[in-house]
C-alpha cells in the first residue's frame, strides 16, 4: 500500500506525565500516531465498515471513506446534512447524527444496504431536534444518541439538550442522564452502562447511567470529574469495558470504574475515536482536520451482526 503521510509522535520521548497518562499501557513503546489524510475542514464520527474501510464525518458537509487496502481516501457521501457521530448497527446499517447550521438535518438517519437514506427520528413530543452529535447502539437494536446545540440558528424548539432512546418499533424517549450539554455516548459491551460526556456551564464530566433490560435510565452518577479540563468529545469501548475517549489534549483511556489509565497524545485535538482493522486493535483517531491511526494492545468492542 502507498506510505500515506505521517506525522510521529514518539511515546517514549514524553516526561512529565502523571501517572494515569502513561501511553505504555494501552500501546507498545515504540507505536506512533500516524497521519493518514488531513484535508478535512473538521472531523468527526467514525465507523467501521463490514469490508473493514472507515466512514468518518468532515463537518464542512461530506462523509469520507477511508480504505485501508490502499491508503485512499475518497467521499462516500456530499452534502452529509451536517454528518456527526455515527455507527453501524447489528443489521450492518448506517446510523448517523446529523446535526443543524445550514442545511443540516436535525435527525438520526439510517443508510440501509442498498445505500438508500431514511429518517429514523427527528422529533421528540413533536419537536424537532436541536442539533443530534453523537449515537450508539446495544444489542437489543436500540439507538441512543445525544442533542446539545453548539452552532447553527435554527430556531430550538426543545428547551433542554437531552439524550434519547430510539426503540427498534420507532418510538423515542428521553433518558434522565443529568448531563446539560451531553456529547458523546457509547454503550458498555454488557448493555448495562450507558456512559454519556457532559460538557456543560457548571460541569464537564464523564457520567455513567444503568441501563435495565429495556434500555431505561437510572442512578445517573459522575464516573470522572474532569474539573477544569477540556471535556470528552466522542467515545469507544474495548471487549473487557475500558472507555476509550477523545479529548482536546490526545486519546485518554478509562477503566470502567473511571479509574485514569492512559493518554495517547495526537498531533490535533482528538473529536472521536473508533476501533478497527481484523483483530479490532487499530485505534482510528478523528482529530483537527485529519484523520489518524495507531496499534494498540486494546480489542474495540462492536455490536455483533444479526
Known amino acids: 500500500m502507498p506510505a500515506p503521510a505521517m506525522l510521529l509522535v514518539l511515546l517514549t ?3 512529565g506525565l502523571r501517572g494515569g497518562d502513561d501511553p505504555s499501557r494501552v500501546v507498545d513503546p515504540l507505536e506512533a500516531v500516524e497521519k493518514l489524510w488531513g484535508e478535512g475542514t473538521f472531523t468527526e464520527g467514525g465507523a467501521t465498515a463490514a469490508d473493514g474501510s472507515i466512514l468518518f464525518s468532515d463537518i464542512g458537509d461530506r462523509v469520507m471513506r477511508f480504505n485501508p487496502s490502499t491508503g485512499e481516501t475518497t ?16 443489521k450492518g446499517r448506517l446510523i448517523v447524527a446529523e446535526g443543524a447550521n445550514t442545511g443540516g438535518g436535525r435527525r438520526i438517519s439510517v443508510t440501509d444496504h442498498d445505500g438508500k437514506l431514511h429518517t429514523l427520528a427527528d422529533r421528540f413530543d413533536g419537536k424537532r431536534f436541536n442539533s443530534p452529535n453523537d449515537v450508539a447502539v446495544d444489542g437489543k437494536g436500540r439507538v441512543y444518541f445525544s442533542d446539545p446545540r453548539y452552532v447553527g440558528d435554527e430556531p430550538r424548539e426543545l428547551d433542554f439538550e437531552g439524550v434519547f432512546r430510539v426503540d427498534p418499533d420507532g418510538r423515542v424517549s428521553r433518558l434522565e442522564t443529568t448531563a446539560t450539554k451531553p456529547n458523546g455516548l457509547v454503550v458498555s459491551p454488557d448493555g448495562r452502562t ?3 460526556a457532559d460538557n456543560g456551564r457548571e460541569r464537564r464530566a464523564l457520567l455513567a447511567v444503568d441501563l435495565d433490560d429495556d434500555g431505561n435510565a437510572s442512578n445517573p452518577r459522575v464516573l470522572v470529574d474532569l474539573g477544569k479540563e477540556g471535556g470528552i468529545d466522542g467515545m469507544t469501548v474495548t471487549i473487557d469495558g475500558r472507555i476509550v475517549a477523545a479529548t482536546s489534549k490526545g486519546v485518554v483511556v478509562f477503566a470502567p470504574d473511571g479509574k485514569r489509565l492512559a493518554l495517547i497524545p495526537t498531533p490535533e485535538p482528538a473529536a472521536n475515536v473508533e476501533f478497527g482493522g481484523d483483530d479490532s486493535r487499530l485505534l482510528y483517531i478523528m482529530a483537527g482536520k485529519g484523520l489518524y491511526r495507531i496499534n494498540t494492545n486494546m480489542t ?6 444479526e
Open 13 to 15: 520521548s514524553l516526561g
Open 75 to 90: 467521499v462516500f457521501r456530499e452534502p452529509s446534512h451536517r454528518a456527526n457521530g455515527m455507527i453501524f448497527d447489528g
Open 194 to 196: 450507558l456512559y454519556v
Open 300 to 305: 474495540g468492542y462492536r455490536v455483533a451482526e
